[in-house]
């Protein structure tokens, strides 16, 4: 079965600390891969994507993600983290050319907390 | 270009009753997918439609329905709500139907089903 992993239900970092949040994927065929963010009392957002080309993507906030064929991972990053990145972060994989079963498939998401 | 517009933002039901949830798309968009939010299943897809007709249908029980009209705007019908069924239902709409686009999310229905 497709699947998508976020295996942190919550990180913690300091302000101004890189951050990392984790995404694995299994899925047939090459996956067009997605972050969104919600942030508290407020709707999701996208943040950024991998289609194909380069492996690191760049996207909003000073948001990036680097695309591991390998690892099967999308990992979320951020050099330096501030207090008002704290939400909750989505990874959604959506396999192309699937026919019917196109649709995107979403982790539970990972609660972020960083903190002053 | 105003955003995806989804009304009522709250609603309480008892059980059995049904609801009708709408949602406007990004002008210009013409796919609309619904998806079920609640804290312990995260997001669960629903449908999704493209120029009238249902593309894809998640794994809801068919007292979950929806409909998109010719002006894209999209709604969707649970009848005979059970508790269960309370969360937060979200529209997303996308120019189009490429697997490469990415959804851009209203504010959200929460249903309270007491």
């Known amino acids: 079965a497709q699947s998508v992993a976020q295996p942190e239900d919550q990180v913690n970092v300091a302000e101004g600390n890189p951050l990392t949040v984790k995404c694995t994927y299994s899925?047939?065929?090459?996956?067009?891969l997605f972050w969104y963010v919600q942030y508290p009392n407020r709707g999701l957002q996208f943040l950024l994507k991998y289609i194909t080309g380069d492996n690191l993507v760049k996207g909003s906030y000073g948001f990036e993600a680097e695309f591991n064929k390998s690892q099967t991972s999308f990992h979320l990053k951020k050099p330096s983290a501030l207090v008002s990145d704290s939400a909750l972060y989505f990874c959604a994989v959506r396999v192309p050319n699937a026919g019917n079963n196109r649709k995107l498939i979403w982790g539970l998401g990972t609660s972020l907390a960083v903190n002053p | 270009k105003a955003g995806v517009t989804q009304t009522p933002r709250y609603l309480i039901k008892t059980r059995g009753q049904q609801v009708t949830l709408s949602c406007s798309p990004i002008s210009g968009h013409r796919s609309v997918s619904w998806y079920q939010q609640t804290p312990g299943q995260g997001l669960q897809f629903l449908f999704e439609?493209?120029?009238?007709?249902?593309?894809n249908k998640g794994n809801f029980p068919g007292r979950f329905s929806g409909r998109q009209f010719s002006n894209s705007r999209s709604e969707m019908n649970v009848s005979t709500l059970e508790l269960g069924d309370s969360a937060l239902y979200l529209c997303?709409?996308?120019?189009?139907?490429?697997?490469?686009?990415?959804?851009?999310f209203g504010p959200g229905t929460r249903l309270t089903v007491l």
């Open positions: 997303a709409s996308s120019p189009g139907q490429g697997p490469y686009n990415e959804q851009f």
């Open positions: 899925v047939s065929g090459n996956p067009y």
């Open positions: 439609y493209f120029s009238e007709t249902q593309r």
